[in-house]
């Protein structure tokens, strides 16, 4: 294919492309819009508004050594949710099925699997001012657990990213 008479700056006059008379002035706009579009998806592509990917919120302890609650979940790596267990304030939850957890959980969780249906259910009794520190096995079902328990008012969530694959991989121990 070959492009005759381009001069983008003259006037919308016609001109050849593989035969077809189309004009400069829609290769202009054909252009700036592809233009456009290249910048949007590469500036949109270094953001995120995802709560999934909000930026890790520092564990912060209180003055006689217990966690404090984030004021709203946030997702923390496998050395920070080791800070947060090891506050006696903090309530652990398993949501992997029954099955998993027998497997090997973290020491002192409580096993809610998120796939069951009265999983709102059980975890709208929880205390909503609670500090509480969720985990499944990669980090998927947790954000679904997140997200639910959010939903019923409880906010002060840390939530393991990598879930027991990760924990286990850097050598923290799993209980039977």
């Known amino acids: 294919?070959?492009?005759?008479?381009?001069?983008?700056?003259?006037?919308?006059t016609s001109y050849t492309l593989g035969g077809m008379q189309i004009s400069r002035?829609?290769?202009?706009?054909?252009l700036a819009g592809a233009a456009a579009l290249a910048l949007t998806l590469a500036v949109s592509g270094c953001s995120s508004d995802s709560a999934s990917?909000?930026?890790?919120?520092?564990?912060?302890?209180t003055a006689n050594g217990s966690v404090?609650?984030?004021?709203?979940p946030v997702r923390v790596?496998?050395?920070?949710?080791?800070?947060?267990?090891?506050?006696?304030?903090?309530?652990i939850v398993d949501v992997r099925t029954p099955e998993e957890f027998a497997q090997g959980h973290i020491e002192g969780a409580?096993?809610?699997?998120v796939e069951y249906a009265d999983f709102t259910d059980q975890v709208s009794q929880l205390d909503a001012d609670g500090t509480y520190a969720v985990y499944c096995r990669s980090g998927n079902r947790s954000q679904t657990a997140?997200?639910?328990?959010s939903g019923v008012g409880i906010n002060g969530i840390y939530e393991l990213e990598s879930g027991t694959?990760?924990?286990?991989?850097?050598?923290?121990?799993l209980i039977q």
Request: include cysteine; glycine fraction near 4%.
């Open 68 to 72: 404090a609650p984030p004021e709203a």
């Open 1 to 12: 294919m070959q492009l005759s008479n381009v001069s983008l700056l003259s006037a919308p």
């Open 165 to 173: 694959n990760g924990w286990a991989a850097a050598g923290q121990p």
């Open 53 to 61: 990917d909000s930026a890790s919120e520092p564990v912060v302890q």
């Open 77 to 91: 790596g496998v050395p920070d949710f080791a800070d947060v267990i090891a506050s006696p304030n903090v309530t």
């Open 25 to 30: 002035l829609r290769v202009s706009c054909a």
């Open 146 to 149: 997140v997200d639910q328990m």
């Open 110 to 113: 409580l096993n809610i699997p």
